[in-house]
């Protein structure tokens, strides 16, 4: 699709040919289109108009979270509960390479927006849709939300310590891990209409997103019948990892398979580590609190950062647990450039999350803070060919 004025079609990121739809609002879906923006995809946010007073973004503009979701787009208001502002989005797709949106599986049926008449007005659009629970089967009606996937998909019984009842873990995997199936999806339906010349509709939801992520936890289950527990801050499997109190905090130890076990030894040379229940994985892993107890008064003798150093040296994992404000303090952390600046128009001068992909020949960017709402529609309608006079008077009567 030709760049509309003002996208960052000059910036040679990988994505800059392609013009995304998004129709996104709260995690999962604003997730999946700034993995698009972020490498220089056109989008046109579709923002519903302030007079109808509805916030589907999940919180305020001017809030770290919205900052950071909606960097690198454009934004329109249009109301797609009129008829004129289905046409005009109907308008905008025509052109358009991906669509992007979150709703509940009805409703882009409802406004008439779904993949079928789409792609039959273009066929080469690309559709991605995310639910909580798939487009169709006995929960696709169901509400989605993070905690309800984390629950459903089984990752809040293996979190957090035996015997004290299910935890949820700290971000909205759930919603995080769909978001960036999505663009993985949108990318790889782009990568074969190069081929067929034809799109396709993209589905994923919260709920396969997070069965997904359990990873080597399901297989115990689907390959071996074993239904894992919560082991708390031990691994599931390879024992001694978890974490072990210094004199002046706590580390993270990653000690896994018997030559590594054998370096631990000798750095903390403590004789009954020799015992013969230890002698195993096996025996680590069945007595593993008797162990922890020994490297747990091992550990305490010393600092955190001695630690550290004693046991990277000796090739065995081991780092800091860090809050938050350390981690970007971290020299590793400056020198991969996570912290990204972004000049906000609510904030002025600030930082966002940046990309963790480093390619040897494309970057991604933020060329542009998060819009305002509407603040590119008189420029994109425009650009589709409307005139001064319609988007006045489509002003006028609420469609935008």
């Known amino acids: 699709m030709q760049q509309a004025s003002g996208s ?24 999946c289109v700034r993995q698009l923006a972020d490498w220089g995809a056109n989008v046109i946010k579709i923002e519903t108009p302030e007079t109808l007073g509805v916030n589907t973004m999940g919180g305020p503009r001017q809030g770290p979270d919205f900052q950071n979701l909606h960097r690198n787009k454009r934004s329109i208001t249009l109301n797609l509960k009129s008829d004129e ?24 049926n409802r ?21 909580g629970f798939g487009q169709d089967g006995p929960y696709a009606d169901r509400p989605g939300f993070d905690q309800i996937a984390q629950g459903m998909g089984g990752l809040m019984s293996i ?12 971000i909205p995997i759930a919603d995080l891990c769909a978001g960036l199936f999505a663009a993985q999806g949108a990318m790889l ?48 499997t390879s024992i001694p990892t978890g974490v072990y109190k210094t004199s002046d905090g706590y580390i993270n130890l990653a000690c896994s398979g018997d030559s590594m076990w054998e370096r631990l030894k000798t750095s903390l040379q403590d004789n009954r580590l020799d015992d013969e ?26 600092t955190s950062d001695h630690w550290i150093a004693e046991f990277n040296k000796a090739g065995i994992p081991c780092g800091e647990i860090n809050s938050i404000d350390k981690v970007f303090a971290s020299p590793q952390v400056q020198h991969l ?64």
């Not at 190069?194 to 997070?210: C, D, F, I, Y």
């Open 8 to 31: 960052n079609a000059d910036s040679g990121n990988v994505l800059s040919p392609y013009t995304v739809l998004d129709l996104t609002r709260v995690r999962s879906g604003p997730t």
């Open 85 to 108: 502002g289905v046409e005009i989005f109907k308008r905008l797709a025509k052109t358009a390479d991906v669509v992007v949106e979150n709703y509940r599986p009805q409703v882009k």
């Open 111 to 131: 406004l008439g927006i779904d993949y079928d008449v789409l792609s039959a007005i273009n066929p080469g659009i690309v559709y991605v849709s995310i639910s």
């Open 159 to 170: 979190t957090g310590e035996p015997g004290k009842g299910p935890m949820r873990v700290g």
């Open 189 to 236: 339906a782009l990568l074969q209409r190069e081929r067929t010349g034809k799109g396709q509709w993209v589905q994923t939801s919260l709920l396969q997103a997070q069965i997904f992520m359990l990873d080597f936890q399901a297989a115990r289950w689907l390959m071996d019948a074993e239904v894992p527990g919560q082991a708390g801050n031990n691994h599931p």
């Open 277 to 302: 229940q230890f002698a195993s994985g096996a025996g680590r892993s069945d007595n593993r609190d008797a162990l922890n107890a020994v490297l747990n008064e091992n550990t305490a003798k010393q």
């Open 337 to 400: 450039g996570l912290a990204q600046s972004m000049k906000s128009q609510e904030r002025g001068d600030t930082h966002v999350v940046g990309q963790p992909i480093k390619m040897s020949d494309a970057e991604a960017s933020i060329d542009r803070p998060p819009p305002t709402i509407g603040q590119h529609t008189d420029e994109v309608l425009e650009h589709a060919g409307y005139s001064n006079d319609e988007i006045a008077a489509f002003r006028k009567a609420g469609v935008l």
